[in-house]
């Protein structure tokens, strides 16, 4: 039996393990915790999410709902393992965190093709074929060893989690439930504030003190531009917050009919519905700071943090040059790379690259070349911006309808627009799938 190694058991690093051995082939899977720990995780199973619990829209006419779409097509665990363990979350698709990560672990434990070894890889291994994917938060030594590989300068960026509290500790007789723009009930629960409610609030979020830098932080920060702490978007204004995470736009609050000035919303993070997440809410604010920050926030005021908001290096490798649109390292053709390391941002999008590297990995395996998917699906054309040889350097990108190619005809409502531009791609990567013979 043909054998392929992964370093990394996150999203990137399980999906392509997956993906490797539904087609025969023998993976060793490497993943550190919990024998080190890094300082966002929490616990010692695969693919763990430490940020949100959103896969985000399922729509068509969003670029991340025709993504999964796409996987879903190409049997990918991620997907199976988000139906599995859905919570409610309106036209989103958000899941149990502990009982998602639980159901990757344990799928991947009883493939017989699949031996997980938990241990630090400090240093690439000579074995190929070889999936680097470590994630954002790539471990010191091997982060070096990967440097001295690319002959270029890392990259980094910082990104955020949300705070999370309990249902229970909420105030319901002002917090109430509702999604934007629906007539029913919703998904969400929705803290509303008035206008004097909102500028106290945000007055607190300027003088509010943040968390001092971790070891493996430095000063001169850099923020992913759609994962902003909350606090750096109050210090940009406070327009800033009512057009980001507290616009009020499509809520009514019950007890006014009105239109509220701003809304905190919280997002149902596990099954049970005993925990909310705070939506875009990613702080780095000390924790102290950070339960005063509850006491601005109506029906909040007593809320229970059971999740405090961490801050927390992201790390990846500039890609143009380096990688081929099919995650394979042009100068080692059995060496692949996946999952945010590459530069794809986002939960779903680095599946999707494990997924692709899996794929390419098995192809290498057989002696056939490593596929590039069409730039009319979203697959390939993620692939395809974080691996153009024309740029000197890219930003972690989420997948979005501006990668894909333009339609030949021109519709002018967007909506309309991004179902064409899904029903395109889909038809594509069917066409793709019959023409190479893959399932």
């Known amino acids: 039996m043909s054998q392929a190694a992964i370093i990394g058991g996150g999203l990137a690093g399980s999906e392509a393990a997956y993906q490797l051995a539904r087609r025969g082939h023998r993976v060793i899977l490497y993943e550190m915790r919990p024998e080190k720990m890094t300082p966002a995780h929490q616990t010692d199973k695969l693919a763990e999410l430490v940020c949100s619990n959103s896969l985000r829209s399922r729509q068509f006419t969003n670029a991340v709902g025709l993504l ?4 879903r097509r190409l049997d990918s665990l991620l997907i199976e393992a988000a139906e599995q ?3 409610p979350a309106g036209r989103a698709l958000a899941v149990d965190r502990q009982a998602f990560a639980a159901y990757i672990t344990d799928k991947l434990n009883s493939l017989p093709e699949v031996e997980i070894i938990h241990q630090e890889v400090k240093a690439l291994p000579g074995d ?11 471990s010191d030594s091997l982060a070096e060893d990967l440097k001295g590989l690319t002959g270029r300068d890392y990259l980094y960026f910082y990104d955020a989690a949300a705070p999370i509290v309990t249902a229970e500790s909420l105030n319901y007789e002002i ?3 509702a999604s934007r723009y629906e007539e029913d009930e919703g998904d969400y629960l929705n803290a509303p504030m008035n206008r004097e409610e909102f500028l106290d609030f945000w007055e607190f979020l300027l003088q509010a003190e943040d968390s001092q830098p971790h070891d493996f ?4 920060q850099k923020y992913f531009e759609a994962c902003l702490p909350v606090e750096v978007m109050a210090r940009r204004g406070h327009k800033t917050l009512l057009f980001g995470p507290l616009k009020p736009v499509g809520l009514t609050d019950p ?11 919280l997002r149902q993070d596990n099954r049970q519905a005993t925990l909310y997440n705070m939506v875009g809410f990613q702080t780095r604010l000390k924790w102290g700071e950070q339960d005063r920050m509850l006491k601005y926030i109506p029906g909040m005021e007593n809320a229970e943090i059971v999740r405090y908001g961490v801050m927390h290096r992201n790390t990846y490798i500039n890609s143009p040059g380096l990688l081929t649109a099919g995650y394979q390292f042009r100068q080692d053709p059995g060496l692949f790379f996946a999952g945010q390391l590459t530069g794809v941002e986002g939960y779903v999008e680095s599946a999707s690259s494990g997924l692709l590297a899996g794929l390419n990995t098995a192809r290498y395996l057989e002696g056939n070349e490593p596929l590039e998917f069409p730039r009319e699906t979203a697959l390939g054309a993620l692939a395809a911006y974080i691996s153009d040889e024309r740029k000197d350097k890219i930003d972690p990108m989420n997948v979005n309808f501006g990668l894909l190619p333009k339609l030949p005809e021109k519709i002018h409502d967007k909506r309309e627009r991004n179902q064409a531009r899904s029903r395109r791609a889909l038809e594509t990567l069917a066409e793709f799938l019959q023409k190479h013979n893959i399932s």
């Not at 999964?68 to 996987?71: D, Y």
């Not at 007890?255 to 919303?265: C, D, I």
């Open 68 to 71: 999964k779409e796409e996987m």
């Open 85 to 87: 363990t859905e919570v």
């Open 128 to 138: 190929r074929p070889l999936i680097v994917a470590t994630g954002p938060l790539t």
């Open 175 to 177: 917090i109430f439930r």
């Open 217 to 220: 932080e430095v000063e001169d």
């Open 255 to 265: 007890r006014t009919g009105e239109e509220p000035h701003a809304v905190v919303q």
